[in-house]
């Protein structure tokens, strides 16, 4: 598919997520082109790729990539990160969060848990009612305004938080990040990690929620501090939550909150596969190799 996007004039290596396989084939590459951020574009690989002349990923995020090392070397860093109208249709991420929002608010994992076991009682199991609950979407982009059209076809009402957008879509009610938070009875974050957000939503603001409400994360995993997290829904705020990604993933042995898991059936954990659809990810492939193309097209045109 790539190979096809570039044209014959380039040479394509699929390499699996190896950090010794890539380093061999970085040590002969102009490009890397990421589409699973498995491996981290750290110090020792960027060593090992001398004629290194374009880092490009098809994800929005790139907190695997070594940005700095990479402005000294004068390599550019392209994502998807502002390529607005090609995201504005891409809705994996958008629906897999509200299918985390669903089964948390219907207790799902432990309902199936449940039945697999050979129980059939639907008492120990009440679900939440969409209709008439309110929804608090923090970052209020492409997902997030997804999230609020989904919303708004249950029947909910839609909150806002983005100090980053002048305006937010016409669904979505703006309020303060404190006000979402006592507010809401659904929370859904959808910000892209940086220094800013890391930490995003700590004790302080967990503290905030309404007791019995649920919190969903698939932005990433230290926007939301998960000691914390641990502590304050041992205090039933959230009472459930949705993520599909843990910070230090994929190495994910170490981590608090999927130890506590392990243990806690109102914990759902998806191993970041929001966008990770063949559909959409033909379509994010090929805009992004089409993307090197054209910037080696015109970088030889200047």
Same mark, same amino acid.
């Given at each position: 598919?790539i ?6 004039s380039?040479?394509?290596f699929?390499?699996p ?24 574009l750290?110090?020792?690989l960027l ?14 995020g ?17 994502t998807?990160?502002g ?26 994992r432990?309902?199936?848990?449940h ?8 008492e120990?199991f009440?679900g939440?009612m ?6 608090g ?5 492409r #997902?997030? /305004?997804?999230m +609020?059209?989904y919303g708004? @076809?249950? &029947?909910?009402? $839609? %909150?806002?938080?983005? *100090? ?6 016409a669904?979505?009610s703006?309020r ?5 938070l ?17 930490g ?7 503290a ?6 649920v ?8 926007v939301?501090n998960?000691?914390?997290? #641990?502590? /304050?829904?041992? +205090?039933?705020?959230p009472? @459930?939550? &949705?993520?599909? $990604? %843990?910070?230090?993933? *994929?190495?994910?042995?170490n981590?608090?909150l ?10 759902l ?31 030889a045109?200047?």
């Open positions: 598919m190979q096809e996007e570039v044209g014959p380039y040479e394509v699929w390499t997520a190896d950090s010794a396989v890539v380093a061999t084939r970085l040590a002969a590459a102009s490009v890397w082109l990421d589409a699973s951020m498995k491996i981290p750290d110090d020792k060593s090992q790729a001398p004629n290194l002349e374009l880092v490009i990923t098809a994800t929005t790139s907190d695997h990539i070594n940005r700095s090392l990479l402005e000294a070397r004068g390599i550019p860093l392209m998807m990160q390529e607005t109208h090609f995201l504005r249709e891409l809705t994996p991420a958008a629906e897999l969060s509200w299918l985390l929002l669903l089964a948390c608010a219907r207790r799902l432990a309902a199936l848990h039945v697999e076991a050979g129980g059939w009682d639907r120990l009440p939440q969409l209709n008439g609950k309110t929804l979407i923090i970052g209020c982009g #997902i997030g /305004s997804w +609020a059209r708004g @076809a249950f &029947g909910m009402t $839609v %909150l806002g938080y983005d *100090p980053f957008l002048p305006t937010l879509p669904a979505i703006p303060s990040l404190d006000d979402l006592s507010e809401s009875d659904f929370v859904s974050v959808h910000v892209p990690f940086n220094e800013t957000t890391r995003l939503l700590a004790a302080r603001e967990l905030l929620m309404r007791n019995g409400a919190l969903i994360n698939t932005s990433r995993g230290a939301v998960e000691d914390a997290l #641990i502590e /304050s829904m041992e +205090a039933g705020r009472a @459930a939550l &949705g993520v599909d $990604v %843990l910070e230090g993933e *994929p190495d994910i042995q981590s608090k999927w130890k506590y898991a392990r243990h806690h059936e109102n914990v954990i998806t191993p970041h596969i929001g966008g990770f659809s063949p559909d959409a990810l033909e379509r994010v492939l090929r805009f992004t190799a089409g993307r090197v193309r054209e910037y080696f097209r015109a970088r045109a200047s």
